[in-house]
């Protein structure tokens, strides 16, 4: 599963804080083993669970006008696409390659950007948003085409 690149900023009027922001160095998540209870092409069948419950670090940078990166958490959400609806492994569906998926970044160290004011205000004003969202590509590298539904 490879994570896109960036959110898509949308308008900001001017004096109001970015509402998207950009992966600064999207990581490449591989699962080395899944949990479904079968395999398919020798290798192990992901649940939603081992994609979902995945959170790892992440920088990220705000719309301007921050110009020092954020970084943070990031998740996945899986969309219906990706599920099985007939096959299942301990009644739950599996993980299949389709399109997109969401992330969500939880912001633990703000984006920042150099105060223009006046000492004695503070040096840096930060990204007062928590969260960002957006999508990633999801891939599933496989030699010949797998069929689930």
């Keep these: ?3 896109g690149r960036s959110a898509t900023p949308p308008p900001n009027p001017p ?6 922001g950009t992966l600064t160095s999207p990581p490449q998540v591989v699962i080395s083993k899944g949990s479904a ?6 290798q192990s069948v992901c649940l939603p669970d081992d994609i979902e419950s995945m959170e790892f670090p992440a920088t990220y940078m705000a719309f301007p006008p921050y110009t ?5 958490t990031i998740k996945f959400k899986l969309r ?3 599920k099985t609806k007939r096959t299942s492994s301990a009644g739950k569906p599996v993980v299949i390659d ?4 969401d992330y969500e970044i939880t912001v633990k160290t703000p984006a920042q950007m150099p105060n223009p004011a006046v000492p004695p205000t503070p040096p840096m004003l930060l990204d007062p ?3 960002y969202t957006g999508t990633a590509n999801f891939v599933v590298v496989v030699s010949k ?4 539904s």
């Design 68 to 72: 020092v990166p954020g970084a943070g």
């Design 145 to 148: 085409p797998v069929t689930a």
């Design 80 to 82: 219906d696409g990706h």
């Design 15 to 20: 004096g109001t804080p970015p509402k998207a």
């Design 37 to 42: 209870r079968f395999t398919a092409e020798g």
């Design 98 to 101: 389709s399109g997109p998926l």
């Design 1 to 3: 599963m490879t994570p």
């Design 129 to 131: 948003t928590g969260t």
